[in-house]
C-alpha cells in the first residue's frame, strides 16, 4: 500500500490544521494506522493510533485532548485534526499502516508495515 500526507503547513500558536494521509493500491480498512512525528536529528516519535475499524484510538500524552485522529475507510484515507497547536508541535508528520492485530503495539514504530512521505508542520509563536 502506498501512503501519501498531506496538509501540512505553517501556522500561529493555537491554530488548527488537519492531515490527510491517502492509501492507494489496497484497501486501507485492513489497516491499523498511526501518525508519528519526527524533528531532525530526534527520534521519530509517536502521535497517534486508530485501530482498522475505527473502533479503538489512542494518544501520546504530550498531544491528547488537542489532536483527534480518524478514518474513513470508504475513501481510503485517515486524518488527524490538530487544535490548539504549540510550537513544540513542530515537525515533520508521517502516516504509517500495520497489519498487527496487537492494539498495544500501535506506539511502537516497527509495528507498521508502510509509511508514508511525511508532511511539513510549523507552528510560529
Known amino acids: 500500500v502506498q501512503l501519501q500526507a498531506s496538509g501540512g503547513g505553517l501556522v500561529q500558536a493555537g491554530g488548527s490544521l488537519r492531515l490527510s494521509c491517502a492509501a492507494s493500491?489496497?484497501?486501507?480498512?485492513?489497516?491499523?494506522m498511526g501518525w508519528f512525528r519526527q524533528v531532525p536529528g530526534e527520534a521519530r516519535e509517536f502521535v497517534a493510533y486508530?485501530?482498522?475499524?475505527?473502533?479503538?484510538?489512542y494518544y501520546a500524552g504530550s498531544v491528547k485532548g488537542r489532536f483527534t485522529i480518524s478514518r474513513d475507510n470508504a475513501k481510503n484515507t485517515v486524518y488527524l485534526q490538530m487544535n490548539s497547536l504549540k510550537p513544540e508541535d513542530t515537525a515533520v508528520y508521517s502516516c504509517?499502516?500495520?497489519?498487527?492485530?496487537?492494539?498495544?503495539?500501535?506506539?511502537?514504530?516497527?509495528?507498521?508495515?508502510?509509511w508514508g512521505q511525511g508532511t511539513q508542520v510549523t507552528v510560529s509563536s
Open positions: 486508530i485501530s482498522y475499524n475505527g473502533g479503538s484510538t
Open positions: 504509517a499502516a500495520s497489519g498487527d492485530s496487537n492494539l498495544a503495539a500501535g506506539r511502537i514504530t516497527s509495528t507498521y508495515d508502510y
Open positions: 493500491g489496497r484497501t486501507l480498512s485492513r489497516y491499523n
